[in-house]
């Protein structure tokens, strides 16, 4: 990536502000992808070039490296120098060989609304044997003015799409990463279905989820129905069993950034809801999501959001009807899962407690999903069927509550469904 210095941008070496990445050094990282190496060939007041090495020929590689390296400029972030975050450069973006299959020109339908000027030129699959034809790789060159934040946001999405093949699963925070990174340019995009199909690798319903959210004023009848994606079944399983537990304070522990929070404060019946996470960013963003500075006074009175750890004892989680952990216990390592069961049904003991979780014997049907690997980066580990209800008849035994254990999600004959769900019930008889 090359930058020149223009009006607005006097000075093309203070790239290595917004980069994070001092010009001076060479530096490597051991990423999952391969080990990648960011230095500066050239760097002077109009000229700087930063390189970025891969050892992966992937494009969907290279986009995780960069979003990885660059974490902070694509975020938009920089305390040294903030002023520089805004302001838009000249940009030089050269990659000899970028996968790119499909059609000779999808390299300039992808970029070129979005500004860039491309140049995209095949590479025959041996220069000496013309007949052979192109090979599915182009020297592809963008230029244009954007601010870095823009442009890395650009390569995330697109080079992906380019390649048309992501090496690992896709699931619904995919979808959600998406409408995150392109939601301020991706709908008006003339290319806006390609996209979202090839980045969400061809799967209908997170592309219509993400489609929908994209574009949240297009009409209805242009909608075609869909089925409700594993994310949105999920929450209408937990829905309906507070609403049978009939539940009217709830604890969301583990809220992340507020996607259950949102449907709790939409039912007038929940009087009191409390979002607890131990990731003040996560908070930050379900505080956005919800809108709880343009909430009425009465709404804004029915929830509250607290950082806290599901493994510690926290005086705040106790008095509630329910406490729900939705996708949490597998981001825990295994060691530390008695002091959640501990927190959550020694000391917190609300009535009902609702556990939802992967079923891994679901993740063969994954395509892109390699044998033996979780569904997340995150996840510490993954319960089979009979580990879950084996786990669950545990807890529930050792702290006086009845359990039952129910899918979530599309059933498989083999398989069963991809989500479980236990729902616990405090013995009234133990008090």
């Not at 938009?76 to 996968?99: F, K």
């Not at 959640?340 to 009535?351: G, T």
């Not at 979780?374 to 879950?388: G, L, M, S």
Request: proline fraction near 6%; charged fraction near 25%.
């Amino acid at each position: 990536m090359t930058a020149n210095a223009t009006t607005d941008f006097p000075d093309a070496s203070e790239i290595g502000y917004l980069l994070h990445k001092h010009p001076d050094r060479v530096q490597s990282w051991n990423l999952p992808m391969g080990t990648t190496t960011v230095l500066y060939p050239e760097v002077s007041a109009q000229r700087t070039t930063v390189a970025v090495l891969l050892n992966d020929g992937a494009a969907s590689g290279l986009a995780v490296a960069l979003s990885r390296l660059f974490k902070q400029t694509r975020a938009g972030v920089c305390s040294t120098r903030p002023e520089l975050v805004s302001t838009a450069m000249d940009l030089t973006i050269s990659m000899p060989s970028a996968p790119s299959r499909g059609s000779a020109d999808l390299a300039s339908r992808m970029f070129g609304p979005l500004g860039w000027t491309v140049d995209a030129r095949p590479i025959p699959l041996d220069p000496t044997q013309p007949t052979w034809g192109d090979s599915e790789y182009i020297d592809l060159v963008l230029t244009g003015t954007f601010t870095l934040s823009a442009a890395l946001r650009h390569l995330y999405v697109l080079l992906p799409v380019l390649d048309d093949g992501k090496h690992y699963w896709v699931g619904e925070d995919e979808a959600d990463k998406l409408v995150r990174v392109a939601g301020d340019w991706l709908g008006d995009h003339p290319e806006s279905s390609l996209i979202s199909s090839r980045y969400l690798a061809h799967r209908r319903e997170l592309v219509a989820s993400a489609l929908d959210r994209l574009v949240p004023d297009a009409p209805q009848d242009d909608v075609a129905p869909r089925d409700p994606t594993l994310a949105e079944q999920r929450v209408h399983a937990v829905l309906a069993a507070l609403a049978e537990s009939g539940a009217r304070s709830v604890i969301d522990l583990g809220c992340g950034e507020g996607r259950l929070l949102r449907d709790l404060v939409a039912h007038s019946t929940f009087e009191r809801i409390l979002g607890a996470d131990v990731s003040d960013r996560a908070l930050a963003k379900a505080h956005r999501r919800l809108r709880l500075d343009e909430m009425a006074d009465r709404q804004r009175s029915r929830i509250e959001l607290i950082q806290s750890s599901a493994t510690y004892r926290d005086v705040r989680l106790q008095g509630f009807d329910a406490m729900v952990l939705m996708e949490v216990i597998e981001h825990v390592d295994l060691a530390r899962l008695p002091a959640l069961v501990r927190s959550v049904f020694s000391q917190a003991r609300p009535r009902t407690v609702l556990v939802t979780t992967p079923n891994s014997e679901y993740n063969v049907l994954y395509p892109g999903l390699e044998a033996g690997s979780f569904r997340h980066v995150d996840h510490r580990f993954e319960f089979t069927r009979a580990q879950f209800e084996q786990w669950s008849a545990a807890v529930a035994g050792d702290h006086a509550y009845a359990v039952r254990v129910e899918g979530i999600g599309p059933r498989d004959p083999n398989h069963g469904t991809p989500t479980q769900m236990a729902v616990f019930t405090r013995e009234e008889q133990s008090e």
